[in-house]
């Protein structure tokens, strides 16, 4: 059957349209890229070589996210490191010093949650506590094999992984291994979380991870964003954490930072060289219990 020539040419108009990208500023601790309707979003802190999340990077991520919730051209977005063997550890300490900072992180997890984008964490070193928390909140997560390692120490410290986590990880992997690696804040492999479907996919390079998610990406953002956000919308209605979810935890990792806690922050602030690059920041599942000896 011949189509009528008018619905030809809006289909050929369609398929050439050129993708407006965003206009973004330029961000400190952030890096972007955009390409066709994919934007990429690079954690860097200059300021800290386990890639901490800080002020900076709490700032910039508010300031594309918000920008994210009003825009009709970008259909996805790519969160990755740039710091080498870190994705990002956790926070910054200096965060805790920021009035209502962590219900505000809670907040922007619960809005990156549910943007109109697909959103896409490629991992390449360290994801733990913040680092796993976006990645929660994300829609799909790959990572490569070599010297990967992912996992919530919160439970080490007497507190809670928050935002998103304690809904996300037991729908992931089942009750029972979330219950295993939450309380245990053991790490995990890139091999091991595949098997369990912590993450997608696991590989065995940057490059084949890559060439993967650009596969994936290019063939979602030729799809017309309608059944993009339609389909993301139904699935986190039923499964993603609730406002309430979001905003408990919280309250509840407000309430343990107490004196256990800061004893053992303090303890692991001198085996970390506050925080730095080192063995108990690149195998913290493992090291933990040296802040107990
Ligand atoms: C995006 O689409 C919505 C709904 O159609 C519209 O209200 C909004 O103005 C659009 N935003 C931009 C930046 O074009
Ligand atoms: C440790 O790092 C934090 C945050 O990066 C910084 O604010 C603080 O001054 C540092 N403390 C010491 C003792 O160097
Ligand atoms: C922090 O939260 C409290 C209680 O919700 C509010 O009264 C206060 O204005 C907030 N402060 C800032 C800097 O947002
Ligand atoms: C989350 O999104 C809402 C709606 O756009 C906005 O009002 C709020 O400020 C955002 N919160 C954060 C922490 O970015």
């Given at each position: ?34 390409h ?14 386990v ?26 977005v ?7 063997r ?81 809904q996300q990880?037991?729908r ?29 996919k ?14 994936l990406?290019?063939?979602l ?35 343990l ?33 040296l802040?107990?000896d």
């Open positions: 059957m011949l189509l009528p020539s008018l619905e030809i040419l809006g289909f050929a108009a369609l398929l050439s349209t050129n993708v407006l990208g965003l206009d973004l500023p330029s961000y400190v601790g952030l890096k972007t890229s955009q066709n309707g994919i934007l990429k979003v690079t954690l860097h802190s200059p300021t800290s070589n890639n901490a999340w800080n002020e900076d990077m709490h700032v910039g991520m508010k300031d594309i996210v918000r920008r994210l919730q009003e825009d009709n051209e970008t259909k996805v790519i969160f990755n490191s740039d710091v080498p870190f994705f990002c550890n956790h926070f910054d300490s200096a965060v805790f010093a920021i009035e209502n900072f962590t219900e505000d992180y809670a907040m922007l997890m619960m809005n990156i949650t549910n943007l109109p984008q697909v959103t896409i964490g490629a991992v390449e070193g360290r994801a733990r506590n913040a680092g796993h928390e976006l990645l929660m909140a994300l829609d799909m997560r790959f990572a490569v094999k070599r010297d990967v390692l992912i996992g919530e120490s919160e439970t080490g410290f007497g507190n809670l992984p928050v935002a998103g986590t304690c990880l037991p992931l992997i089942g009750r029972g291994l979330a219950m295993e690696y939450i309380l245990s804040s053991q790490d995990i492999t890139a091999e091991e979380a595949e098997r369990i479907g912590w993450i997608n696991a590989f065995d390079s940057p490059k084949k991870m890559y060439a993967y998610i650009d596969r990406t290019s063939r953002s030729k799809f017309p964003r309608s059944g993009l956000v339609a389909s993301k919308k139904a699935i986190n209605l039923r499964a993603s954490p609730s406002r309430e979810d979001f905003l408990h935890d919280i309250n509840l990792f407000k309430a930072v107490n004196p256990d806690f800061s004893k053992i922050f303090a303890r692991f602030a001198t085996l970390t060289n506050n925080f730095t690059i080192g063995e108990v920041e690149l195998n913290t599942g493992r090291d933990l219990m802040a107990y």
